[in-house]
């Protein structure tokens, strides 16, 4: 009897650790796993994205001005257009880029206006002749304009407004176009200060010529095309 009870006691024993250990092998399969060298908890999030209706930011800005070079002693004077960047003295600029490459006193500068990305305009004209009486000159610049045409007819208006309506009734006539995008130019990496004219700029052009206008190597059919459409048409 004894014996049977043993036996018995045994059994259970033997029972309890096969189901312990079954029990053990079911958790250890049902637990979740990590695959081997990563951590969960320092994974990277996701990279964020641009708000919808914002533009990525653009770090080649840069900045165009119009400005007035004038002799030290305040005539003489000439429109151009000078790249930098946002936090630079731009008459400073200039100024030192005179006293670096010409080695003269240096000009009077004065920005007229800070543009905006677009299409940018000058016109230089002269009026008159020598033996007429003499040779009278104007000139303006203007920048920040939707299209070539619209630039180049500013520019006149403002020429004209000066003169009376002389400039599109030029003896001979300097138009010059192109276009600013809003980015940074090499002008300012290159020769900081330097003046440009606007034909340095994306599809820039140029037409020199007497009026009525003349296709020449300094003013392309395009060219021509272009200043006699703004009306420079005289006589």
């Keep these: 009897m004894s014996m049977m009870r043993k036996s018995i006691s045994n059994s259970k024993t033997l029972l309890s650790t096969w189901l312990v250990l079954l029990l053990t092998v079911t958790l250890t399969a049902c637990a979740p796993t990590t695959a081997p060298g990563l951590n969960v908890s320092t994974q990277n999030p996701p990279a964020p994205t641009t708000p919808l209706g914002e533009s990525p930011r653009v ?7 119009l400005v007035q070079i004038c002799a030290p002693t ?6 151009a257009f000078v790249d930098s960047l ?6 400073k600029l200039v100024s030192d880029y005179f006293a670096r490459t010409a080695r003269t006193p240096a000009p009077l500068v004065s920005v007229e206006s800070n543009c905006a990305a677009g299409w940018v305009a000058s016109v230089l004209s002269e009026q008159g002749t020598v033996l007429g009486g003499g040779i009278l000159h104007a000139q303006a610049a203007v920048c920040g304009h939707p299209t070539s045409e619209s630039a180049i007819n500013k520019a006149l208006d403002v020429c004209d407004a000066k003169t009376s309506g002389g400039c599109r009734k030029s003896t001979r006539i300097k138009v010059v176009w192109g276009q600013w995008t809003g980015t940074k130019l090499a002008g300012r990496d290159l020769e900081p200060g330097r003046p440009y004219e606007a034909w ?3 599809g820039g052009m140029v037409c020199e010529s007497p009026v009525p206008i003349v296709v020449s190597p300094s003013c392309s059919n395009a060219a021509a ?3 006699r459409a703004a009306g420079v048409t005289f006589p």
């Design 225 to 227: 095309s272009a200043v």
């Design 59 to 65: 770090e080649n800005s840069g900045r165009l001005s």
């Design 74 to 79: 305040g005539g003489n004077c000439t429109l």
């Design 200 to 202: 340095a700029y994306a």
């Design 86 to 91: 946002p936090a630079d003295n731009v008459s």
